[in-house]
């Protein structure tokens, strides 16, 4: 058993919990790119691409986060592309967080009366132009608090990629566990440190709700 003092479990677990800050960034700005391109794909009213998006979309949120992982640390390299545990991370949360926030997004330009869409047809607006100065500024308003929301299942799923080998908040927590036949103060630690992290953003997006009158 390994000598470590509470001040050296917490000191590890807060390095750790670095890393999990850092994936949960890179999984989210990715995400939103790819979310992003799903959108526009999704709501362009032309077959293949609502096709294409849709599948994405179905088959992302169809199936679980760690079906995901295995599939791309496990499969890829089968197919000849080996890939590390930190790849495959960063390319299922990626992958992950961009189905969600497509739909979540659609959701909210969905939203928007349909009758702004048409008013800006009659002015003569093109596409890009509807989506540019009407639709999106106004979506982008409902979507901020669910955006935010959601930002707090990324942080959470980060913990799965323990699976794969990744060393984050959840992996470093099973190691020292092991280490010093200390599970309670461990995991007691790691529940406080992602309460930490995660708590903040469940916060803000209350709070932008109730701010933006997203409910009326």
Known sequence: MVEFGTLDILRNLIDAALWTVVLSVIAFAGGALVGLVALFALVSGRRLPVMLA???????????????????????????????????????????????????????????????????QALAMSYVERMRWVILPQAMRIAVPPTVGFSVQVVKGTALTSIIGFVELAKAGTMIANATFEPFTVYGFVALIYFALCYPLSFAARRLERRLHVAR
């Open 54 to 120: 849709r599948g994405y979309v179905e088959a992302f949120q169809g199936t679980p986060l760690l079906m995901q992982l295995f599939l791309i640390f496990f499969g890829l390299p089968l197919a000849g592309i080996e890939v590390s545990a930190w790849t495959a991370a960063i390319v299922s949360l990626v992958l992950f967080t961009g189905a969600f926030l497509a739909e979540i997004w659609r959701g909210c330009v969905e939203a928007v009366p349909k009758g702004q869409s048409e008013a800006a």
